[in-house]
């Protein structure tokens, strides 16, 4: 098992997680040519080693998290939450 | 190398078992060969020996970087089918399965190939109806398929549990001509024919780097030598995005995802055919070996790994399944269980297709579905290298169908390799 450190739940299990995928994709414009488009679309790197992943922790607070994880050990360097400005933004709304 | 027949096995039955010869040869590696394949796999094994067989290329080497028969080649569950409904993948898999009919003779080796029939459940009229169709297809390529009603799958396999109230087992989609092999006779048994036409099988040989020259292959370094090949084919599912940027030729269509199959101890016969169970999205596979182990598999992990170990929630899915459907399982004990690297491309099909370099060919993303593909696999491949142009079963199955919106897409999950189960 998997665990995963959730800046806004603590460490929980990968099973209440759900993967995304490559987080180190950039969306080319919408006027790129085709080709630019197939890349970010299907085309990956599909690293050995450390990789930047998106995770959804979908049976938690159900935020998007960028997680820094080896995909040969799957050992975790770093969680960081895709968009840290939100939680400022829930606070300030209280 | 001694051939197997009837004669050679009474007349060492005799002598204590000493006349039989070497399976094939531990050559050290020349360093000239007309084609290397990198990946001694049943894919590698077969294309070596089709390219000798059908192509009379025989100055070949296949590079291995451990043993043969050590990766996914012994990591699977031997399932062989071709219920596929894809323009392309239809024709390749039914040839593959045309192939496995055979291939105990060609190889002179025993795969224990099984013809004991496919059997996926289906539990709602909206399955039925999707099962008819892809079975309709089926048949109107030549393919033998039928749908078994409750009666018939009650006579057929009468310990399913047919009193689910959740998922009612309302019939089955069938396939009677596949099947099972066994997995490591495959391996040996391509092994030594192709040994036997002349090909050099190099284990504990891994590839460390690949020069390039004016847009070609140049040579290949390795952990047993330099090796200089006139046309490279890479047949290394699992690892080819590894073997793709060490050639220097950036992404693929491809993620590397891992797979567990399971192991019991021996029972008695219990399940006489493959019986697939799939609801609610999820994925379940069982048949007994002919030790009498259940051997069964379920989903992916569904996050990417190079691991070949599996994580325990989905060994917990694939026993909830077990149990769901053959309750009877409750008390049986895991004897083992493992996980492959899959190859999961971006349409849940594979490639065979030339590449950016002139001399390299591609064989790739074999997604769940590479073991029943070896013999195909082999001969597509083959005739690839041999005569530089794609088959007509095969010419979709390339790196540009991306770009160009022709997708083989059987599932119709879109681009996410991990929805391709």
Not at chain 1, 1 to 12: A, L, Q
Not at chain 2, 201 to 218: A, D, H, M, P, Y
Not at chain 2, 223 to 245: C, D, E, H, P
Request: a positive charge; proline letters at 4%; charged letters at 20%.
């Amino acid at each position: 098992m998997i665990r995963i450190n959730c800046p806004y739940c603590g460490e929980r299990d990968h099973s209440e997680f759900s993967y995304g995928g490559d987080a180190s994709i950039k969306y080319p414009s919408l006027e790129a040519s085709a080709k630019e488009w197939t890349e970010a679309i299907f085309f990956r790197k599909n690293i050995r080693g450390f990789q930047l992943e998106t995770w959804h922790h979908s049976n938690g607070c159900r935020m998007w998290l960028e997680v820094e994880r080896s995909t040969l050990t799957h050992e975790i360097k770093s969680v960081r939450p895709c968009h840290p400005d939100l939680q400022k933004v829930v606070e300030n709304n209280k | 190398m001694t051939r197997f027949n009837a004669w050679n096995v009474i007349k060492n039955g005799l002598n204590g078992q000493s006349g039989w010869s070497r399976q094939w040869r531990d050559p050290e590696p020349k360093s000239n060969y007309d084609v290397i394949i990198v990946g001694g796999g049943l894919h590698g094994l077969a294309t070596a020996f089709y390219l000798a067989k059908n192509h009379n290329i025989k100055n070949v080497a296949v590079l291995e970087k451990g043993w043969i028969g050590g990766g996914n080649a012994g990591r699977n569950t031997t399932i062989v089918r071709s219920n596929y409904m894809m323009p392309g993948n239809h024709e390749f898999y039914e040839h593959s399965l045309k192939l496995w009919e055979n291939l105990s003779h060609e190889l002179n080796y025993n795969v224990m190939f099984s013809q004991r029939a496919h059997v996926s459940l289906f539990h709602s009229p909206g399955a039925r109806d999707s099962a008819a169709r892809r079975y309709n297809v089926m048949r109107l390529h030549g393919t033998d398929a039928e749908l078994w009603d409750l009666k018939t799958l009650k006579k057929k396999i009468p310990h399913l549990n047919y009193d689910d109230s959740r998922f009612p087992i309302l019939g089955a989609a069938v396939q009677r001509r596949a099947g099972n092999a066994r997995h490591d006779a495959v391996a040996w048994g391509y092994a030594r024919a192709a040994d036997s036409l002349g090909v050099d099988i190099l284990q504990n040989c891994e590839v460390t780097g690949i020069t390039r020259k004016n847009g070609s292959i140049e040579s290949i370094q390795t952990s047993r030598g330099t090796i200089k090949g006139k046309k490279v084919g890479f047949a290394v599912a699992g690892n080819t995005s590894v073997l793709w940027q060490m050639a220097e030729l950036g992404n693929l269509p491809i993620e590397s995802h891992k797979l567990q199959a399971f192991v019991t101890e021996s029972i008695k016969p219990l399940l006489d055919q493959v019986v697939v169970y799939g609801v609610g999205g999820a994925h379940f596979y069982i048949s007994q070996s002919d030790k009498g182990s259940m051997v069964f598999g379920g989903d992916l992990d569904w996050y990417k790994s190079y691991a070949q170990r599996g994580n325990l929630p989905i060994v917990q899915d694939s026993a909830e399944a077990a149990m769901a459907i053959l309750p009877c399982l409750g008390r049986i004990r895991l004897l083992r269980h493992w996980a492959g690297v899959m190859d999961m491309t971006m349409d849940g099909s594979f490639f065979i297709c030339k590449t950016p370099i002139s001399n390299l060919y591609l064989n790739a993303g074999w997604n769940y579905g590479g073991f029943k593909a070896s013999p195909a696999s082999g001969w597509y491949f083959a005739d690839l290298i041999a005569n530089e142009n794609p088959h007509n079963y095969v010419h979709n199955h390339n790196l540009e169908r991306f770009e160009k919106g022709i997708n083989i897409d059987e599932r119709g999950a879109g681009p996410d390799p991990k929805l391709h189960g």
